[in-house]
Nanobody
Framework: VQLQASGGGLVQAGDSLRLSCAAS????????MGWFRQALGKEREFVAA????????GYADSVKGRFTVSRDNARNAVYLRMNTLKPEDTAAYYC????????????????????WGQGTLVTVSS
């Protein structure tokens, strides 16, 4: 599966942004999808993940209550809605996919994912 993330930009603290990740090349509903981010000089970290149907999601503590991950299998896309953005959310955001049997499982470790999109940069000014 090939992934392409988009939707990043420069926003002010408190603003909202929605990232999108378009998938192609395979049956999208066979994949668990994850969002990760990497700030300058820091390691990549888990942000959110969603199982194949959207019935199960998981979030990093730092974004819980502010970010929402969703997917549209008919459109082969996964989204990350980011509300109440903070300067510490500034990073390159990556979507990732892992083929899986259709279960409620999602994954927070980047090593679990085999396909990655290019990053989309989110910059939050104070």
């Amino acid at each position: 599966v090939q992934l392409q993330a988009s939707g990043g930009g420069l926003v002010q603290a408190g603003d909202s942004l929605r990232l999108s990740c378009a998938a192609s090349g395979d049956t999208f509903s066979n994949y668990v999808m994850g969002w990760f981010r990497q700030a300058l000089g820091k390691e990549r970290e888990f942000v959110a993940a969603i199982n194949w149907s959207g019935s199960s999601t998981g979030y990093a503590d730092s974004v819980k209550g502010r970010f929402t991950v969703s997917r549209d299998n008919a459109r082969n896309a996964v989204y990350l809605r980011m509300n109440t953005l903070k300067p510490e959310d500034t990073a390159a955001y990556y979507c990732a996919a892992r083929w899986t049997r259709r279960s409620s499982t999602w994954y927070s470790q980047d090593l679990e994912y085999g396909a990655w999109g290019q990053g989309t940069l989110v910059t939050v000014s104070s």
